[in-house]
């Protein structure tokens, strides 16, 4: 595996660009002219709890116009169509780091078949300046998953790519398993963290947010489960009762600092997928509907 690159070296993305480039691995940015600019200038500055303090140089440009082996796809969801216009050259393998699940067939719409795997990864990460990224959270997972059996030599070769750096990367059994995984967690920890403005060691301990954080588990493993996950409805209330008391959401970081929420990529998915497979989710729809409202948004498609 001869070149990365890395779409959106915001939090997720500037962190994995800059740990692959300090592991010596052949990797590029593409962003914005503002992060363009600073990464050329200073690098990417990192705070990692993982890996310490470090500062990252490598290649940065505004648009990939050659080939490469790897496109990690790390923007937001709302930021996804702008971004996509940046990469004039299709790469081999295209790998989304985005909330959601959708984001992968509009994705595949965009590239064409035998490109585009399902990639997650669960830390916490923040931007506070172009260049700059903070990782917070105390471990890092990085999982992969390619239902494309043409696809999946090239997955396993980037999974050992992140081995090398130091991350923790596994193989999933399928996409919809590992999107789901991490969803069944990431949507009721976003949705109750972002309209309660509280971390989820106050979420799981309050009565009344308790009970909307089990429900909203609920809700969502259903739709998991309806989407051939096979989710163990106990797991993700597992992972959040272990969640260090401090731990918040980017979708609350985003409401508080008035960037657009993933209300549409996290909940709006989830209650789309529901209402296929004639799921109620009234309290995730409850939740998603005051988080647009708080952010002026319409409410999400599908409700």
């Not at 500037?14 to 503002?34: K, T, Y």
């Not at 940065?60 to 790897?70: G, N, P, Y």
């Not at 989830?270 to 647009?292: D, K, M, Q, S």
Request: net charge negative; with cysteine.
């Amino acid at each position: 595996m001869s070149s990365i690159v890395v779409l959106g070296p915001g939090g997720v993305g500037g962190f994995l660009a800059a740990v692959l480039a300090r592991a010596g691995e052949d990797v590029a940015a593409v962003g914005r002219e503002r992060e363009a600019e600073v990464i050329a200038q200073d690098g990417i500055s990192v705070q990692s709890r993982l890996f310490g303090p470090f500062n990252a140089r490598l290649p940065v440009s505004t648009e990939l116009t050659s080939q490469a082996d790897v496109l990690l796809v790390a923007t937001k969801a709302p930021t996804l169509p702008e971004a996509l216009t940046r990469i004039k050259s299709a790469p081999r393998l295209v790998v989304p780091f985005l909330n959601g699940f959708e984001h992968v067939a509009a994705l595949r719409s965009y590239f064409g078949d035998g490109r585009v795997a399902a990639g997650v990864i669960r830390m916490e990460t923040d931007c506070p300046a172009p260049g700059h990224v903070v990782q917070s959270s105390p471990g890092v997972r990085v999982e992969l998953a390619a239902d494309d059996a043409s696809l999946q030599e090239a997955v396993r070769g980037l999974a050992e790519v992140l081995l090398r750096t130091g991350l923790p990367a596994q193989i999933g059994a399928s996409e919809a398993q590992v999107l789901w995984c991490k969803l069944v967690r990431l949507a009721p920890l976003a949705c109750t963290t972002s309209v309660a403005d509280r971390p989820i060691g106050f979420i799981r301990t309050d009565p009344h947010w308790r009970s909307v954080l089990l429900a909203v588990i609920g809700e969502v493993v259903a739709v998991a489960n309806a989407e051939g996950a096979q989710i163990d409805p106990a797991s993700p209330l597992a992972e959040l009762e272990s969640a260090h008391a401090t731990l918040g959401s980017s979708m609350q970081r985003d409401l508080a600092a008035g960037r657009e929420p993933e209300v549409e990529a996290i909940p709006g998915a989830v209650l789309r997928a529901a209402a296929r497979h004639g799921i109620e989710c009234p309290t995730l729809a409850g939740l998603a509907a005051a988080i647009a409202e708080r952010a002026g948004l319409p409410v999400p498609a599908g409700l």
